[in-house]
């Protein structure tokens, strides 16, 4: 059972333009969301995250967008840049209940920005 | 200054060999992780422990088995390798009730091929 959906699987973008990557979470348990980004050969490392109290949060070009009745929330990158490229991973972290505490991540999106 | 480190980075054995991965922290974090990240990308949380609580997924083979010899380490210990254990693993450690909730500092992987 998949608990966080991500897309999609994979982006390309051209240079300067916007790159969108959606998530959808089932579980009203979920009580954080941040998004991880990982390059090749690297561990995952934290980009942004927010909480569901708050409808967006922005720093530098990314952007999270949340939608708490729609149980969506998305990342957004402003001015897309090949330094970009990578694979983007959401998560959502349970308040309650088994597994308190852990992350449960989407299955990633590989972003590739063009030059 | 490496925060969370892992090694080996590469290691490559034979079906039904028994291995250890090892993990070490310099955050000072109460809490640590391991992650395999398979094939296609998809990051699955194996274990987490902190100095009260252990926490396996249910899904974790019991031929898998944390060791924490102290609160910076986290080692990984894996009987009888298969086939299907090749991935990269990645540890990661976090701290309870700091600001950014859960955010969790990644390893940079060790990749275990099983021959």
């Known amino acids: 059972q998949q608990q966080v959906k991500q897309s999609p699987q994979s982006l390309i973008v051209q240079k300067g333009g916007i790159s969108i990557i959606n998530c959808a979470y089932e579980?009203?348990?979920?009580?954080?969301f941040p998004w991880y980004q990982q390059f090749p050969g690297k561990g995952p490392a934290l980009l942004i995250a927010i909480r569901p109290d708050v409808s967006e949060k922005k720093e530098g070009r990314f952007t999270i967008s949340f939608n708490k009745s729609a149980k969506q929330f998305s990342l957004h990158i402003m001015d897309s840049q090949p330094g970009d490229s990578a694979t983007y991973f959401c998560a959502a972290r349970k308040r309650y209940g088994g597994s308190q505490g852990n992350l449960i991540f989407g299955k990633g999106t590989k972003l590739s920005v063009k030059p | 200054d490496t925060a969370v480190s892992q090694t080996p980075k590469y290691l490559v054995t034979q079906m039904g060999n028994d291995k250890s991965i090892k993990c070490e922290q310099n955050?000072?974090?109460?809490?640590m992780y391991w992650y395999k990240q398979d094939s296609k990308k998809f990051l699955k949380i194996m274990f987490s422990?902190?100095?009260?609580?252990?926490?396996i997924n249910e899904t974790v083979p019991n031929r898998f088995s944390p060791k924490s010899p102290d609160k910076a380490h986290l080692n990984l210990h894996i009987n009888s390798l298969e086939l299907g254990d090749s991935a990269v693993y990645f540890c990661a450690s976090s701290q309870t009730g700091t600001g950014n909730p859960n955010e969790q500092f990644f390893g940079p992987g060790t990749r275990l091929t099983v021959l």
């Open positions: 422990y902190n100095n009260k609580e252990l926490i």
């Open positions: 579980n009203t348990a979920f009580d954080y």
């Open positions: 955050l000072g974090h109460d809490t």
